[in-house]
C-alpha cells in the first residue's frame, strides 16, 4: 500500500509539473492578480499613492510654511499617501495628478489679512485616490489659517479604533485574501476538473482493475495537491517582499505558525475540490460547479472585498465560513505574529470540514459509470 501511494504521488507531481495550465493557475495567477491590484492602488496607503504637483509663485516663508502642511499632511497615510513633486509653473499637470498652486502675492496677502485663493486641480476620472486627495486641501487649509491667526484649537478630535486589532494595511489585506484565492483555484478548483476529466476520458477504467483502494489515489492526489499550493504560496510571499517592495513583516520568526496554517488551509480546500468531484462526471458540470464556489468565496468571505457592507447579522454567519476561518488565521499569524496556540476556533471550523469533505468523498466517490 505505502508504495502504491509513493508511486501515485510522484505520478501525480509530474503530472501537475507538466501542465502547463496547472502551473499558471498555480505560480502565476496570482503573481499576475497581486500586481493587477497593486497597480490599479498602490502599495503604500489604504486607496494606493497619490501624485501631489506644488507650483509655488509666490517662493515667499508663507508659501514654505504651507507646502510644509501639505507634506505633513500627505505623509501620515491618513486616509491616504501623496508623493510630493514641484514641476514647471508653465508645464502641463501630468496625467492623474492632483497640481496645487501657491499664488504670487500669497505672502503679502496674508500680512494684510486680505483673502487669497489657492487652486487645487485635478481630473475626477483619474480614480479613487486622486478624488480623496483633493478632498484633503480644505481641512488642511482650514488648520494652516486657524495657525496663522494663532487661535486655539478648541475643539478636538479624538479618533480611536475599538477593535480588538490594528486594522491591516491595504497590501497585506490584498496578499492574504490573493493567496487563499490561488489556494482555492489550484486546489479545491483544479482538483476537481482534474478528477472530472480523468473520469470523462474513461482513465478511471484502468485504474479500477488495480488491487488499489480508491482511498489510496485520493490521498495521493491531495498530498501533491497540497505540496504544490504550499510552494506557491512561499513563492508569493517571496516575490511580495522583493519583487513588489511589500513592506512585510519579519517572517522567520513566525515562518512555522504560518506554514500550519497553510497546510490546514490547503488541505480544506483540496478536501473541498475532492468532495465535489465526487459525483460530477463531466469537466463541464465540474467548471461550472467550483467557479461558481469560487466567485461566492470571493464576495462573502473577506478575501478581497471587506464585509463591512453586510448587516452585523449576515458578518457574523459569513466570518464562520471555513474560507473565513482560514484568511483570519493566515493574516493572524502572517501580519500579527499570533501563535496557532491560539487560533482554537479557527483550526476547529477549518478541522470539522475537512474531515467532513474527506468523509463524502470516501462515501461518494466512484471510479466511472457501470
Not at 509539473?17 to 505560480?27: K, V
Not at 508663507?62 to 500627505?74: G, L, N, T, W
Not at 487645487?120 to 494652516?144: C, E, W
Request: charged share 10%.
Amino acid at each position: 500500500m505505502y508504495r502504491a501511494f509513493v508511486g501515485l504521488l510522484l505520478n501525480e507531481l509530474r503530472t501537475l509539473l507538466r501542465a502547463r495550465i496547472s502551473l499558471f493557475w498555480t505560480f502565476a495567477f496570482p503573481l499576475v492578480f497581486l500586481a493587477m491590484m497593486l497597480m490599479s492602488y498602490g502599495n503604500q496607503g489604504s486607496l494606493g499613492a497619490a501624485s501631489i504637483e506644488i507650483v509655488d509663485r509666490d517662493h515667499s516663508a508663507r508659501s514654505a510654511e504651507y507646502v510644509a502642511a501639505v507634506r505633513s499632511a500627505f505623509t501620515s497615510g491618513d486616509p491616504i499617501v501623496g508623493r510630493l513633486s514641484f514641476p514647471e509653473p508653465n508645464s502641463p499637470p501630468a496625467r492623474g495628478a492632483v497640481r496645487v498652486t501657491i499664488p504670487a502675492g500669497f505672502a503679502e496677502a496674508l500680512s494684510r489679512q486680505q483673502p487669497m485663493g489657492i487652486e487645487v486641480a485635478y481630473d475626477f476620472a483619474s480614480g479613487l485616490s486622486t478624488q480623496v486627495a483633493s478632498k484633503i486641501f480644505k481641512p488642511l487649509t482650514i488648520r494652516f489659517n486657524a495657525q496663522l491667526a494663532r487661535a486655539p484649537m478648541l475643539v478636538a478630535v479624538d479618533v480611536r479604533n475599538l477593535g480588538s486589532r490594528i486594522p491591516i494595511p491595504f497590501t497585506l489585506y490584498m496578499l492574504t485574501g490573493v493567496m487563499v484565492m490561488s489556494m482555492m483555484t489550484a486546489g479545491m478548483n483544479s482538483t476537481c476538473n482534474a478528477i472530472a476529466e480523468m473520469r470523462q476520458r474513461n482513465t478511471f477504467k484502468f485504474m479500477a482493475m488495480l488491487p488499489m483502494r480508491p482511498s489510496t489515489y485520493l490521498a495521493a492526489v491531495l498530498t501533491a495537491r497540497l505540496i504544490m499550493v504550499f510552494l506557491s504560496a512561499h513563492v508569493l510571499l517571496l516575490v511580495a517582499a522583493y519583487g513588489f517592495g511589500l513592506a512585510l513583516p519579519p517572517l522567520f520568526d513566525r515562518l512555522g505558525d504560518v506554514a500550519l496554517v497553510l497546510i490546514a488551509g490547503g488541505t480544506m480546500l483540496i478536501a473541498a475540490g475532492l468532495a465535489v468531484s465526487a459525483r460530477i462526471q463531466r469537466v463541464a458540470t465540474a467548471g461550472m460547479v467550483t467557479n461558481f464556489i469560487y466567485l461566492s468565496m470571493v464576495f462573502v468571505a473577506d478575501l478581497t472585498m471587506p464585509l463591512s457592507s453586510y448587516s452585523e447579522h449576515t458578518r457574523a454567519w459569513l466570518a464562520l465560513l471555513p474560507v473565513s476561518q482560514f484568511v483570519v488565521a493566515l493574516r493572524a499569524t502572517l501580519i500579527d505574529g499570533v501563535s496557532v496556540s491560539q487560533l482554537g476556533q479557527p483550526f476547529l471550523i477549518m478541522g470539522v470540514c475537512t474531515a467532513g469533505f474527506l468523509l463524502i468523498t470516501r462515501l461518494l466517490f466512484f471510479w466511472h459509470k457501470t
